[in-house]
């Protein structure tokens, strides 16, 4: 079995899940809904409060989808019923960001400042150097914070850059002068 995917999925009050054919699951809560078409080969069933996938047999394929199914489930229940956020901070000398209406501008020491909308059903926030990213949908969270990100990466030397709150920068040392 599964170690993940055997377990069921607790759905808390105030939110509601429902299964249609081939396995669109549409989970609403008190932030939102979600939907997900899942993989059709697991069989998913509300028992009790509780959602609970199956898998048909134990071929490689079907014991990874078991958990996978089993995980998008959860991070739906929790999506609309906690919310999804990803922290991320500007390092470096003359870099930061701003909030101009759903428009999220960054100064990284570019030739020109960067621009970024929000997408749909997500919303970012500056205070001060830190750049936070909310919504239901845990992938789109993650997806938008790695896209800001990208936008210039931390670097080992001096770090400057973007980069997550809780991520670690491996630094290097630089050159040494002549003796």
Do not use: C, F, W
Request: glycine content about 12%.
């Amino acid at each position: 079995m599964s170690r993940i995917g055997r377990h069921p999925v607790a759905v808390p009050a105030g939110v509601e899940v429902k299964i249609a054919e081939n396995n669109v699951v549409t989970v609403k809560g008190p932030k939102g809904t979600l939907e997900k078409a899942l993989p059709t080969e697991m069989s998913i069933k509300l028992e009790d409060g509780q959602v609970v996938v199956t898998r048909p047999n134990d071929l490689k394929k079907m014991k990874s989808l078991h958990g996978l199914t089993r995980t998008l489930i959860q991070n739906m229940v929790i999506g609309v019923s906690q919310g999804y956020e990803k922290a991320l901070e500007v390092n470096g000398v003359g870099y930061r960001a701003q909030k101009q209406g759903k428009k999220l501008v960054l100064s990284l020491g570019y030739s020109h400042p960067v621009e970024m909308e929000d997408p749909e059903g997500l919303e970012s926030t500056v205070d001060g150097n830190k750049i936070v990213v909310k919504g239901i949908d845990k992938e789109k969270v993650g997806q938008y914070a790695a896209e800001i990100r990208d936008k210039r990466r931390p670097e080992p030397y001096k770090g400057k850059g973007i980069k997550y709150a809780d991520e670690v920068i491996r630094r290097k040392v630089g050159k040494t002068g002549k003796k």
